[in-house]
């Protein structure tokens, strides 16, 4: 009896997950976000929170964009920027925070480089583009004491794995870089943070934990969809509790971190954790609006302020 019991009671779990809405999520295999959105699952925090999370793993950040865009999906990850020339072009995002790392500038530990006044005449490598935001808040600093990076320095734009090679060969002198591959650089030693991104925020008078990384979801799919989000944004708030409290969560995800040696592990637990984005208030999201202006959004045409989710009371 009390096996039939047992068996009734866990079909009745299963219908009831069946009825609950889904959220499909693309999300980068082996990127940051997945960290959080496994321990969501594992911790079963979405049926907790009312719905079911679907993970849609993808190789690399076009494909994530492809699918959100395409509809194929419900969200994914994306930096502010790319929200916000979704904006431009009249396809507007609901922005819900995922973290404040914007990026690192690594040295070797013996570098004398401790200001963004050390780097003229320097070799500066630049993950990304010329319109990488790190780069763009960089020279603005720089600009406001008289320094014109862009002429001044020798530049290399390239992929992060590449520019963490071209630092350990001496290739270049200090590389901007995600704040992961700092993180990976720093816990294998012998590299530092000569100063951080956030630095640069601080410099521009700007509030040093803006979330410049957010789940996107197409405005007019999570208007319709309020409850939904709301769970979603609530389920994430407690896996970043709980990934900030113990480190326990932590050695499970290993793997999907790529199963790094201690001092890489460590500092990649604490990065992502500094990440944290702090709640929303209209301070903060003028603020973001001004990150954009400063990184070459049109100010005339800023993503307003209700498409940045603040998290429900």
């Given at each position: ?8 009671g ?91 790392q ?32 790190g780069?763009i ?62 630095d ?5 008078d ?20 309020g ?42 637990r ?21 990150l ?22």
């Amino acid at each position: 009896m009390c096996l039939i019991l047992s068996l009734a009671g866990g079909a009745q779990a299963v219908e009831r997950a069946s009825e609950l809405p889904v959220l499909s999520i693309s999300v980068l295999e082996f990127g940051t976000a997945h960290w959080e959105l496994d321990h969501i699952l594992h911790r079963g925090l979405d049926r907790e929170n009312g719905y079911r999370l679907d993970l849609k793993p993808v190789a690399n950040l076009p494909a994530s964009r492809l699918a959100v865009t395409s509809g194929s999906v419900n969200g994914a990850v994306a930096d502010l920027l790319w929200a916000q020339s979704r904006f431009q072009a009249g396809a507007p995002y609901l922005y819900v925070p995922f973290s404040s790392q914007i990026g690192d500038i690594v040295v070797a530990d013996a570098s004398p480089i401790q200001s963004v006044a050390d780097l003229a005449g320097k070799r500066i490598g630049v993950a990304g583009g010329p319109d990488s935001k790190g780069w763009i808040l960089l020279q603005k600093v720089a600009e406001q004491q008289g320094i014109n990076l862009a002429e001044s320095a020798q530049l290399q734009f390239a992929a992060p794995p590449l520019l963490s090679q071209a630092l350990k060969r001496g290739q270049v002198d200090v590389i901007v870089t995600y704040w992961h591959f700092a993180a990976r650089l720093r816990g294998e030693g012998g590299w530092r943070s000569a100063f951080s991104m956030a630095d640069l925020l601080t410099e521009l008078d700007l509030d040093r934990s803006l979330p410049v990384l957010g789940y996107v979801f197409p405005e007019r799919w999570a208007r319709e969809h309020g409850p939904l989000i709301d769970g979603f944004a609530a389920s994430l708030q407690q896996a970043k509790a709980e990934l900030a409290d113990s480190e326990s969560p932590w050695q499970r995800l290993r793997p999907l971190m790529g199963n790094p040696e201690e001092g890489v592990f460590t500092a990649l637990r604490e990065g992502f954790v500094a990440g944290t984005p702090a709640p929303q208030t209209d301070q903060r999201i003028a603020d973001l609006q001004r990150l954009m202006a400063l990184t070459g959004a049109d100010p005339d045409r800023l993503m307003p302020a209700n498409l940045f989710y603040r998290s429900q009371p």
